[in-house]
């Protein structure tokens, strides 16, 4: 119990950098310097200020110095991160490919807040992620589908290679035939990442739940928001869902699939 709790606290410590992440990334700015900041009064958050999600209702949402509203966004990003980091070792037990599972898990979160606000997954985190997964599954991780075998370098090649050539097939095809561009750059590599770290399967698997929650949600939007049809909805969230369910019950769902 007290490892969990250690891990919670570690957790929403590293949730707190993941909103700097979130906010400096797109922004081209230094995710190191200068220190935390009030979006609105640029005053330098002290310590005792910065207690991931504590502070945030101790402080009853609100800067300390001019007042101004601090965004809920906070608190939550730095208690989903604990809440995964938790899952990953309470699903897969202490271990290297927790480790990265956890590191897979805070990245997954940084690319759904960032394509939520600016339709962008950064390079910054995919292209990175590509080669480390390449390392890692073919190193230390196991199928998440088949956990008594590794995945191997060459699942974890084929995986990193489905998911950028069927990603890319799909946009090519959207510019040529449709005219429009149907899917970003950024979702090509994020899939290849994907792959990379979680095998071919989890690709199929990804692909197929992040279209049917984008789907669900789009159409959610048109009836009970008057959204228009082809209205840009970022697909990197749903693609990110996906992930985290192929990692965490893709052998669950692969045996309700074939018995």
């Known amino acids: 119990m007290f490892f969990y709790l ?10 707190s950098f993941l909103n700097v992440c979130i906010y400096r990334i797109p922004r081209n700015r230094s995710i190191i310097w200068p220190s935390s900041r009030c979006p609105s009064c640029n005053n330098p958050i002290k310590s005792y200020d910065n207690i991931p999600i504590f502070s945030y209702f101790l402080l009853r949402g609100r800067c ?64 990175p992620g590509i080669p480390l997964g390449l ?35 799909i946009a090519f095809l959207s510019l040529k035939i449709l005219k429009k561009e149907g899917m970003g750059g950024g979702d ?20 197929f739940l992040g279209s049917l929650f984008g789907s669900i949600i789009g159409i959610g939007l048109m009836v009970f928001k008057g959204r228009q049809k082809g209205s840009l909805i970022p697909f990197g969230p749903f693609l990110a869902a996906g992930a985290l369910i192929s990692l965490f019950f893709g052998q669950e769902i692969l045996k309700w699939y074939l018995y």
């Open 6 to 15: 250690i891990l919670f606290v570690f957790g929403a410590v590293i949730g």
């Open 64 to 127: 300390r110095f001019c007042k101004g509203k601090i965004s809920g966004r906070y608190p939550l990003v730095e208690a989903l991160n604990a809440f995964f980091w938790l899952l990953v070792f309470w699903r897969f037990g202490p271990g290297w490919n927790s480790a990265i599972y956890a590191m897979l898990c805070s990245a997954m979160i940084v690319i759904t807040f960032i394509d939520y606000d600016f339709q962008i997954i950064p390079d910054r985190i995919t292209l």
């Open 135 to 169: 390392v890692a599954g073919s190193f230390f991780l196991p199928d998440p589908f088949l956990r008594a075998t590794d995945l191997g370098y060459m699942a974890s090649l084929i995986g990193a290679g489905s998911g950028f050539l069927f990603f890319y097939l």
């Open 188 to 207: 090509i590599k994020l899939m290849a990442m994907t792959g990379a770290f979680l095998g071919w399967k989890a690709v199929i698997l990804t692909t």
